[in-house]
């Protein structure tokens, strides 16, 4: 962290997202700020987290209690100095009081330095998610032996988010995606009060949130027998799939990894049906970078967690998306999430 700051000509850095705050102290409550840099490291909170902040917050911060974060903050700052903070993330206001009260500071746009470096996981971070990722692929196992056809879309979503929490899920990582037939063309389909269907195709979206850290994984399921159609674009989708996994490893960009998947499908003329990007990292947030995408500039560390999950969507007629959650390592990449992706059929 100190060494990107120095790079970056910032004595110290403003860290207000809780996320952020989250990844560099521990601290899980809903206030707090933090100024770390080299020779400071200053964690900020109000009084209703006095004990919480004492038992996570470790001794490497000095712990300040004020009811107004900013004024607590910018007290004994003064110039000059040159001072990073979240651009994507401070009002305006805030960012106006801040100039206000830290006289001759200089307040330096450094919006995502914090979020490049937590795309970096660390071993106790990939165990976090990886128990994560086992314990929603045991949740899902629960879900389909009591079965799908005849449950209406809504019923099997709230079945997998109670099973989740029963196995120790503080929660969902996002609300469940169960979509059958047609509307599965929807790559964010809310579920229904619709009962699923037999012979057709049904795309489940879902993940858990365990000890701060959540998962990501689909699985597309057969209700019975398919027309050749719907198998094809299952093929297609599991084909550019594995194709991309392939290409997962240090050194592309994720744009590089997004077309390898691309091209496949491109080629079999669903161009237009893979209208989203193949994948994104994965952490304390379901969604974070590096994003693997067209728009996906970041080249691909280990330590990495990506999803990649092409899907196809022809609208009115079927959707197939398949997506796994790996780590990137030296040569390569481990998958985490490890349910079967052979067209299983469920009933
Ligand atoms: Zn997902
Ligand atoms: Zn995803």
Not at 14 to 28: A, H, P, Y
Not at 106 to 125: H, M, P, S
Not at 175 to 188: K, M
Request: aromatic share 4%.
């Amino acid at each position: 962290m100190d060494a990107v700051l120095r790079e970056r000509e910032l004595d110290a850095l403003l860290v207000t997202d809780l996320v952020n705050v989250r990844w560099l102290t521990g601290f899980t409550g809903s206030n707090a700020a933090v100024v770390t840099g080299p020779g400071v490291r200053r964690f900020v909170t109000d009084f209703r987290y006095v004990t919480q902040a004492a038992e996570q917050v470790g001794e490497a911060f000095e712990r300040e209690i004020h009811q107004d974060l900013l004024e607590q903050v910018a007290e004994p700052l003064g110039g000059p100095l040159r001072l990073g903070f979240d651009d994507a993330g401070l009002s305006v206001r805030d960012h106006g009081r801040l100039g206000e009260l830290a006289e001759g500071v200089e307040l330096v746009a450094a919006g995502g330095l914090v979020e490049d470096l937590r795309a970096i996981k660390d071993a106790g971070e990939l165990e976090r998610i990886r128990a994560a990722a086992v314990l929603a692929d045991v949740a899902l196992g629960e879900v389909l032996a009591r079965g799908l056809v005849g449950r209406t879309e809504r019923e099997v979503a709230l079945d997998i988010e109670v099973t989740m929490r029963r196995l120790g899920a503080s929660g969902p990582s996002f609300p469940p995606i169960v979509a059958a037939g047609a509307h599965a063309a929807l790559p964010h389909a809310e579920p229904r009060d619709v009962a699923v269907p037999t012979d057709t195709l049904v795309v489940v979206d879902w993940g858990a949130q365990l000890d701060g850290y959540a998962s990501d994984c689909t699985r597309t399921f057969a209700t019975g027998p398919l027309e050749d159609g719907a198998r094809g674009v299952y093929e297609l989708v599991l084909r550019a799939q594995q194709a991309a996994l392939d290409a997962v490893r240090p050194g592309p960009t994720g744009k590089e990894v997004d077309r390898v998947a691309r091209d496949l499908i491109e080629a079999a003329g669903h161009k237009e049906h893979f209208g989203h990007g193949l994948g994104h990292g994965v952490g304390l947030e379901v969604h974070e970078g590096p994003r693997l995408s067209v728009r996906g500039e970041t080249q691909l560390e280990a330590g990495m967690v990506v999803t990649v999950e092409p899907g196809v969507y022809v609208p009115g007629q079927v959707g197939v998306r398949i997506e796994d959650l790996v780590a990137v390592t030296r040569d390569g990449c481990a998958a985490l999430s490890g349910m079967d992706k052979a067209l299983q059929v469920v009933d």
